[in-house]
């Protein structure tokens, strides 16, 4: 077997991806996850499961998502050929969706009443209500006050969509502790409850898990590029947060060696300490929130603050698996600043009419870049993570007048 299936087929059973990844939790979680664990395995391969999350996904979600041929981008740019992959068409309007649906499902069929999870900037908290309504199990999201202040349409649509929204009052009243909140609440009724995680970290097997419900992107990508251009693609590129759309594109195309994959990481203001989010680009190996990855940590192995101007992006660990991609130099982890992401979101609004999340805008400009070295035949193709329309009335108040939009 070569190196390259082994990536395809892990974790090992400990959740190990090479070092990363695994369990570092209580005695009482440990046994929680296994059985979650052994739930995931059985289901994974069990047809009815399948059948009913591809018809959610179809029928539902309105999958397959397009593949779009950004010409207008691609000739005013002059080099390599843009394709995007268009996650921001899915209901709710990101990828989110398509790992939240594959967690209440799991919950579902394994008897649970309730999701529970953390929200940041409450795009995971509004995939999440929205799939917990739709199979009919209650929903509790945990969030900070300052980021209940902040992301107000993302609470609104929470509780119109029925969740029940826990304000978080301790400390920095922000994601980390609304994490910490969530977990306790967890631990108190592990039995009826599923703490559903937001992207490809936490303890095994969320990364696994996470991973093989949003692989769907990739798996529709390959089929509809071959379709579209009769090969694959030459280079592929995602933004990285806690790595799930990532994921989602690159895990069909890790065998495919001539296939370039590039990571985006948040630059933000620059990589000077707390100024960014570039995980695996400035990190060091370490723990956080249950497993073993790259992070942004001090000497005492606290977890650094850390910033982006797409809070989507803005977590101080990464997914295992990336980090195993990175040391295995199979994945090539750039970074993109917050001034280029912003240029990248008008560059794509007005040459394809396409507002991008500003999350998924880091990939669009790293593409952007990368097209203007390469020639006319190669091509890239981008994963547009989810549609800007969260991020319209932040940017315009704070960057609108440096592009002519003026209120
Ligand atoms: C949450 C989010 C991300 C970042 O999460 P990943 O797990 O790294 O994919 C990226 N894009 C959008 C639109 C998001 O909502």
């Given amino acids: 077997m070569n190196s390259q299936t082994k990536t395809i087929e892990m974790p090992n059973a400990e959740g190990r991806f090479g070092e990363y990844g695994g369990r570092y939790v209580p005695p009482q979680l440990e046994t929680i996850l296994e059985e979650i664990t052994i739930a ?45 992959k268009r996650e921001d068409l899915n209901h709710t309007g990101a990828h989110k969706i398509n790992h939240c649906l594959g967690e209440v499902l799991l919950a579902k069929k394994m008897g649970k009443k309730k999701v529970i999870a953390e929200t940041g900037a409450g795009q995971h ?48 009243k922000t994601l980390k502790e609304a994490v910490d909140d969530a977990f306790e609440a967890y631990l108190k009724d592990p039995v ?4 559903a995680i937001g992207s490809v970290v936490g303890p095994h097997p969320f990364p696994m898990m996470v991973r093989d419900f949003q692989q769907i992107v990739g798996m529709e990508a390959r089929e509809q590029f071959k379709e579209k251009t009769g090969k694959l693609p030459d280079n592929l590129v995602a933004c990285v947060g806690g790595g799930s759309n990532a994921m989602g594109l690159f895990t069909a195309f890790l065998e495919d060696r001539g296939v370039n994959l590039y990571g985006v990481e948040p630059a933000g203001l620059g990589l000077q300490a707390g100024g960014h989010a570039a995980t695996l680009t400035m990190g060091t190996p370490g723990i956080l929130h249950g497993f073993k990855s790259y992070l942004l940590q001090d000497e005492e192995g606290e977890p650094l603050n850390v910033y982006s101007v797409a809070s989507g992006l803005d977590y101080p660990g990464v997914g295992p698996q990336h980090s195993l991609l990175k040391d295995i130099g199979r994945v090539n982890y750039v970074t993109i600043g917050d ?20 999350e998924s805008a880091h990939a669009v400009a790293y593409a952007m870049k ?36 003026v209120m």
């Avoid at 993302?154 to 826990?166: D, F, Q, T």
């Avoid at 008008?346 to 396409?354: H, Y």
């Fill in 40 to 84: 995931y395995n059985a289901l994974k391969n069990d047809e009815g499961f399948k059948k009913e999350l591809h018809a959610l996904y179809k029928d539902y979600v309105g999958r397959p998502s397009p593949v779009s041929y950004a010409q207008n981008l691609s000739d005013k740019l002059g080099g390599a050929r843009i394709y995007l």
């Fill in 125 to 172: 908290g509004v995939a999440l209500a929205t799939a917990a309504t739709l199979l009919g199990l209650e929903c509790d999201i945990y969030m900070g006050e300052v980021d209940i202040a902040k992301e107000k349409p993302n609470v609104v649509r929470m509780k119109i969509l029925g969740a029940k929204l826990i304000p978080v009052t301790k400390g920095a």
């Fill in 192 to 195: 009826t409850q599923l703490y």
């Fill in 339 to 358: 001034r280029e992401a912003i240029d990248a979101f008008f560059e794509l609004s007005r040459t394809e009419g396409i507002i991008p999340a500003l």
């Fill in 370 to 405: 990368l097209a203007k070295e390469l020639g006319k035949e190669e091509t890239i193709l981008v994963n547009l993570s989810g549609r800007g329309d969260k991020d319209v009335d932040f940017v315009v108040a704070k960057y609108g007048k440096d592009y002519g939009v």
